[in-house]
């Protein structure tokens, strides 16, 4: 996959946000939460965690959470 590229938010639990967070992980502050439905730029895509832009800010989020 070419970086960056375009991903839209889903949320598996129903939910009607995703959080973005400081890190790539649980444990790390949550600096955003975005809509369900969303599309995010991905600069960086790791396992289990992206590097995105969101809205004009730059974080994490769960790679269960993005399509592409």
């Known amino acids: 996959i070419v ?3 375009q991903a839209k938010v889903v949320n598996i639990n129903g939910g009607s946000d995703v959080n973005l ?3 790539g992980n649980l444990n790390a502050k949550i600096i955003d939460r975005i809509d369900t439905g969303s599309t995010v730029t991905v600069i960086e895509h790791g396992t289990d965690w992206c590097k995105v832009i969101a809205d004009g800010v730059e974080g ?3 790679t269960w959470f993005l399509r592409w």
Do not use: L
């Open 3 to 5: 970086k960056p590229f």
């Open 21 to 23: 967070r400081a890190k």
């Open 60 to 62: 994490y989020m769960s």
